[in-house]
């Protein structure tokens, strides 16, 4: 299997994403082949394509490149859940306009991390958002230097999250190696814990039949 990294997400019409961990894509695969009349499997893509004999696709992208540490099983499938398994680490900085949150996870679980949003000092003042994005900076440096992580992932409003890792303090890590983007709502704990879950998971882009986008 190649070694490329996630695609960023395509949202044409009848296509949609889903978020499957390692220990479930055995059970999702044969699910998917059930309801669709059965599907073929080939390497496509840096990762898994599942062709339904009604039509429908889906685009298996495993969370992070080989790397030279390849998933291991008896087939493709499960080699790719194999390598989703990896307790590999990552850095989140996910920022909105209502709100950040920075952590380092592994293995699904959140292993530092800090939320925040606009202050009341300055809400309501022309440089709240710029407030924020400071603050955001200097969690996100604060929780980095807490634990080792080896892939960083952006999230939320891209311009800010592009921002936020164009300041000086981030340089250190805004060279490392990044994976898919992260669309999340104003990121508060309970959203830090959802994608921690997400960036360590299988990611299927499930394309509709054509008779079934019409």
Not at 62 to 77: T, Y
Not at 98 to 116: I, M, N
Not at 156 to 180: C, F, I, M, T, W
Not at 192 to 211: E, F, G, N
Request: with cysteine; charged share 25%; hydrophobic share 40%.
């Amino acid at each position: 299997m190649p070694a490329a990294p996630p695609r960023e997400p395509d949202r044409q019409p009848g296509t949609r994403w889903v978020a499957v961990s390692g220990e479930r894509l055995a059970g999702w695969v044969e699910r998917f082949g059930a309801s669709h009349g059965g599907a073929e499997l080939d390497d496509a893509d840096g990762g898994l394509r599942l062709v339904a004999h009604d039509g429908t696709t889906a685009l298996l992208q495993p969370p992070w490149p080989v790397d030279g540490r390849p998933g291991r099983g008896p087939d493709a499938v499960a080699r790719l859940a194999s390598l989703a398994i990896q307790p590999r680490r990552t850095g989140l900085l996910l920022i909105r306009r209502g709100g950040y949150g920075v952590a380092v996870t592994g293995a699904g679980q959140v292993l530092a991390s800090k939320v925040g949003g606009k202050s009341s000092r300055s809400r309501g003042r022309g440089d709240s958002s710029d407030s924020m994005l400071a603050d955001a900076v200097e969690q996100a440096r604060a929780v980095f230097a807490r634990e080792n992580f080896e892939y960083l992932v952006p999230g939320g409003d891209r311009l800010l999250a592009d921002a936020a890792l164009a300041r000086p303090v981030l340089a250190k890590y805004s060279g490392y190696p990044r994976l898919a983007y992260l669309d999340v709502p104003d990121p508060r704990a309970e959203v830090l814990k959802r994608a921690a879950q997400d960036v360590c998971a299988v990611r299927i882009q499930v394309t509709d039949a054509p008779s079934r986008q019409d």
